[in-house]
């Protein structure tokens, strides 16, 4: 059966450098999000992409975030100068219909 | 805004002990219904959906029934096991111009021999 699949699995980084997150979404989907997790917290909404364009982000997905689809398999999330507060768990998912989301396993992002 | 309310946890319960718990959401339109599991160190796996009133999803022995006059999807399952400690979310999708899901608190389960 098809699957989300995101790497890394566990990414560390230092406050203020700039990490990409990576997600293959299931192949003949057309809908693409990022989700996250801070530890012991609810699952929160990022951002909705669909036809090459953000289609709603949330008041978290500010400027030091972005999303590309630099080809026809991957969906990146980019955090351009990392903060404390961003280390979390970060969920891609896909839906062929803007319906059931599929989500893939996750990064932990860990901020020191 | 659209919402969901679910039932705090943590939920212990015995092996094979009935298992509810409950999920309402804001009655703004008619969204999709969902549940999604968390089982330890892993991600978020659909568990069953609903899409319209009265529908009932069921998956792995849960179920749950899109109870649009209460607008509750609560979970249920007959008897628990071990392997079902998890986290539960209630996940409902809006099918407005915007397909976000919006999640619940999570339930924690844990279920004891």
């Known amino acids: 059966e098809p699957e989300v699949t995101q790497t890394p699995s566990h990414q560390v980084t230092q406050m203020g450098q700039e990490v990409i997150l990576r997600c293959v979404p299931i192949?003949?989907?057309?809908?693409f999000y990022w989700y996250r997790q801070i530890l012991g917290q609810k699952v929160e909404f990022l951002v909705s992409?669909?036809?090459?364009?953000?289609?709603?982000k949330s008041e978290i997905f500010d400027d030091q975030f972005s999303v590309e689809r630099p080809d026809g398999s991957n969906f990146t999330l980019k955090i351009r100068s990392t903060k404390l507060e961003d280390s979390a768990m970060y969920f891609c998912?896909?839906?062929?219909?803007?319906?059931?989301?599929?989500f893939g396993p996750g990064t932990r992002l860990t901020v020191l | 805004g659209n919402s969901v309310t679910q039932m705090e946890g943590p939920v212990t319960l015995s092996e094979e002990a009935f298992l509810t718990i409950n999920c309402t959401y804001t009655?703004?339109?008619?969204?999709?219904l969902f549940w999604y599991v968390q089982y330890p160190g892993e991600g978020l796996q659909l568990l069953l959906k609903?899409?319209?009133?009265?529908d009932k999803g069921s998956n792995k022995g849960f179920e749950a029934t899109y109870r649009k006059e209460t607008t509750s999807f609560h979970l249920e399952k007959g008897s628990v096991q071990v392997s079902d400690s998890a986290v539960y979310f209630c996940?409902?999708?809006?099918?407005?111009?915007?397909?976000?899901?919006?999640f619940g608190p999570g339930t924690s389960l844990s279920v004891i021999p």
């Open positions: 609903a899409t319209k009133a009265d």
């Open positions: 992409f669909y036809n090459n364009e953000i289609s709603e």
């Open positions: 192949s003949n989907h057309l809908y």
């Open positions: 009655a703004t339109g008619y969204p999709s």
């Open positions: 996940a409902p999708i809006w099918m407005t111009s915007y397909d976000k899901v919006i």
């Open positions: 998912a896909s839906s062929p219909k803007a319906d059931t989301q599929y």
